[in-house]
C-alpha cells in the first residue's frame, strides 16, 4: 500500500528533526544518550545527517540553523497527512499559521513548517508514495522510535480547541 494514499498517515508523527548551532555535537550527545548511529543524507545543498536505529532505519534528522532563523536549537515534529494541501488549508482554518514554503523532498515527500494558534512549530508532512519510511503506518514501531511527543501552552484550552 501507498504511504501517501493511507489514512493511517494522518495524524502520525512520521519524523523529528533537531535544528541546532552545532550538528556534530549534538549528535555525539544524542548517539550517546540514545544509541542512535549518524547517516549523511547524500543530497542537498546544506549538511544534513539522519538518525538511524538498528537495521539502519531513519527515524529523525539533524541540521543547523539557517541563517536568520532567530531562534534557539529545537526539535520539529513532522505529523503526516495524506494531503498536504488540505492539511494546511484545515490548520489555518482553525487558527494557525504556515512559517514557510512547500518544501519538497524528490523521493521523501514534501511538507510545510507551521505554527499552531499558540505560536508551538510543527510541520505536516506528506510522505512520497514510494518512500517506505521506517516511520510509515504500516511498520510496526522499533527500539529506538519516537513514542511520545507533549506540548508544553501558556493556554492548554485554546490548544485543543
Known amino acids: ?5 493511507s ?9 523529528f528533526e ?6 556534530k555535537a549534538a549528535e555525539q550527545f544524542y548517539s550517546a544518550v ?22 539502519d532505519a531513519s527515524v529523525g534528522g539533524v541540521m543547523t540553523i539557517a541563517n536568520g532563523m532567530n531562534v534557539p536549537p529545537h526539535w520539529v515534529m513532522y505529523i503526516g ?10 490548520v489555518e482554518r482553525l487558527g494557525g499559521s ?3 514554503p512547500v518544501i519538497k523532498v ?26 517506505g519510511s521506517a516511520n510509515s503506518p504500516e511498520t510496526r514501531a522499533e527500539l529506538g522510535d519516537s513514542s511520545w ?6 493556554d492548554a484550552a485554546a490548544a485543543m480547541k
Do not use: C
Not at 1 to 5: D, E
Open 7 to 15: 489514512t493511517g498517515v494522518l495524524g502520525r508523527p512520521l519524523w
Open 18 to 23: 533537531l535544528l541546532t548551532t552545532n550538528m
Open 98 to 100: 504556515a512559517m514557510s
Open 34 to 55: 540514545v544509541g542512535w548511529k549518524i547517516t549523511p543524507f547524500p543530497s542537498g545543498e546544506e549538511p544534513y545527517d539522519m538518525w538511524t536505529r538498528t537495521g
Open 1 to 5: 500500500m501507498a504511504v501517501a494514499t
Open 149 to 154: 511527543r507533549e506540548l508544553q501552552t501558556n
Open 106 to 131: 524528490p523521493d521523501v515527500g514534501q511538507m510545510r513548517i507551521m505554527h499552531d494558534p499558540q505560536g508551538a512549530m510543527f510541520a505536516i508532512f506528506e510522505p512520497a508514495p514510494s518512500s
Open 81 to 90: 497527512a495524506p494531503r498536504l494541501d488540505e492539511a494546511v488549508s484545515h
